[in-house]
């Protein structure tokens, strides 16, 4: 199990037989709770921990989350540009064949006269 200090990023309240950990990611307020049972012994120490790691587990998800449409947005604009290259690509090659054409036909006008 994890130590105190490695839970340093969270802000801990106390609400009852409550414990709230919260932290932020991207900008947005992220908690995570543990309660106590009733017929059970609070402890604040131990209820840190599972607030945390809640928080943790939630902050993971959205850290996932937010991978998986980055992920997504680069491979789309990843086919974009594919499409882009394959089109100069084209565009290249056709040119080329112009230029071998038009350096023909004037070659063979010049033989010709």
């Known amino acids: 199990m994890k130590k105190m200090s490695e839970f340093k990023n969270y802000r801990y309240v106390k609400h009852g037989n409550e414990v709230i950990a919260i932290s932020t990611f991207a ?9 106590c049972h009733p017929n059970d012994t609070f402890d604040f120490e131990y209820g840190c921990k599972l607030a945390a790691a809640r928080c943790n587990q939630k902050i993971a998800f959205l850290r996932w989350k937010r991978a ?3 992920y997504l947005d680069a491979k789309a ?3 974009r540009a594919q499409r882009e290259f394959n089109d100069c690509c084209d565009y290249l090659t056709n ?15 010049e033989n010709d006269s």
Do not use: H, I
């Not at 900008?27 to 309660?35: D, F, I």
């Not at 054409?101 to 070659?107: D, Q, R």
């Open 95 to 109: 040119s080329c064949k112009q230029l071998e054409k038009a350096y023909l036909e004037v070659g063979e006008l």
């Open 68 to 70: 998986c449409k980055k």
């Open 27 to 35: 900008g947005r307020t992220v908690k995570g709770k543990a309660k």
């Open 77 to 79: 604009a990843r086919l």
